[in-house]
């Protein structure tokens, strides 16, 4: 949501369901999030295509240096996704077969998929209702002899507060391993997310904060942790790719995956990096348009995200009927969605179910709102009227 800009967002034009309805005069609200490009970034894909080097390479190493300057942290080790991240830092944090982890089953899948990909246990647990995260006493509860990592799920890319169980983890060598998926940009106190010293796991998928097409990162807590993502990450190659291609052989040192992330995909996050001041600027006020637009709406329940620290992915309200709510909206041409139908509930995952009220509760209330930088105050009041509208049919 920008008063000026320099250069126009690129709109995509792709059709998706969503378009099926058409909402023609607010095309913004069709969408239930959307990528926001600067401009910088089809000239910079251009350019490593003609540069032949499409792998991990040079340019991944510059985006590495320069989230890691954005961050304040040492090091990054860029990856293919959100899940990859997830994955090599639950293997760094010694997470396998027989190891419980615990999760909120209020998370996108992919947290729990990157857990069974380690060979590890899920442990399923609740979230607070006014967040959607989970608190440093449901954690506490679920811990047991077998736990080896807590993975709490940053919501809506709200920090979350481990101060006072911190030292208890660490002495039972449980490690903080963070989604922050939806947390780029956000605060801890006075720090950012991923400079926090827990091992921490961002995404830059096509609608996070700042996108790369595809891609993520690890924010090892060592330099050794580093390098042992490194390693993880390239099938479990230590030479260089220059160092291989001048070379007759090349040693495989262990386990590993093909999580490189590709220049092609670090070309686009260097673009949007450059500019994030925008998007730092334009998703907080955005949720800010939100929340006082909705002020005073009988029976909506505003998702609260501590918008002092943070950079919101989206934005999430609680509201009683929600199936009604949702098909009204929808048929009014406005894209809600629903993040996340929880994990406990799912087939794959009925192993590891056990009952969670209040996530089975607010699972059944919450809906997100059209939440892109795209969006205009003018597009927020038609979202509200349209969800007073709907709420009180
Ligand atoms: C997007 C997301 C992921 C996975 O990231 P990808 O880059 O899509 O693999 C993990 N957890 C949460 C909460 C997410 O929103």
């Known amino acids: 949501m920008h008063a000026s800009r320099s250069a126009e967002p ?144 940053l919501f809506g890319g709200r920090a979350i507060d481990f ?74 190659i230590r030479q260089s790719q220059a160092d291989r291609i001048r070379s007759t052989n090349y040693s495989v040192d262990r386990i590993g995956q093909r999580y490189t992330m590709s220049a092609l995909n670090a070309a686009i996050g260097l673009a949007q ?13 955005l949720w800010r348009t939100y929340r006082d637009a909705l002020a005073g709406t009988d029976g909506v329940a505003l998702v609260d995200l501590d918008i002092e620290h943070t950079v919101p992915f989206n934005c999430v309200v609680r509201v009683p009927n929600r199936e009604a709510v949702f098909a009204d909206m929808q048929a009014r041409g406005i894209g809600v969605g629903v993040h996340y139908p929880p994990n406990h509930l799912q087939q794959a995952f009925a192993a590891w179910h056990r009952p969670l009220p209040v996530t089975e509760q607010v699972a059944e209330e919450i809906m997100s709102l059209p939440f892109h930088p795209a969006m205009t105050e003018q597009d927020v009041s038609h979202v509200v009227d349209a969800l007073r509208k709907a709420v009180t049919r």
């Open 273 to 285: 990096l450059s500019r994030f001041e925008e998007i730092e600027a334009a998703r907080p006020q």
């Open 163 to 236: 101060s006072r169980i911190r030292t208890e983890l660490t002495a039972r060598g449980v490690v903080i391993v963070e989604d922050a998926a939806h947390a780029f940009g956000s605060r801890h106190g006075a720090r950012k997310v991923g400079a926090t010293g827990d091992l921490s796991c961002f995404s830059f998928g096509p609608i996070k904060n700042l996108t790369c097409g595809q891609g993520g990162a690890v924010i090892p807590r060592t330099p050794q942790e580093a390098e042992t993502i490194r390693l993880l990450r390239t099938l479990g």
């Open 10 to 153: 690129y709109t995509p034009t792709a059709q998706t369901e969503e378009d099926v309805v058409t909402s023609p005069s607010r095309p913004h609200v069709r969408r239930n999030a959307s990528p926001y490009l600067f401009g910088g970034e089809a000239a910079a894909v251009a350019q490593v295509l003609e540069s032949g080097q499409y792998g991990h390479s040079d340019v991944t190493e510059e985006f590495e240096r320069r989230v890691a300057d954005f961050l304040g942290v040492p090091e990054v080790v860029a990856v293919v996704s959100g899940t990859a991240a997830l994955h090599l830092a639950l293997l760094a944090a010694g997470a396998g077969p027989g190891d419980e982890v615990i999760v909120p089953s209020m998370t996108f899948c992919a947290t729990v998929q990157a857990i069974l990909a380690a060979g590890a246990i899920p442990v399923f647990v609740d979230v607070a209702p006014a967040t959607l995260c989970v608190t440093d006493q449901l954690v506490t509860d679920a811990v047991t002899e077998r736990t080896r990592a807590v993975l709490p799920v």
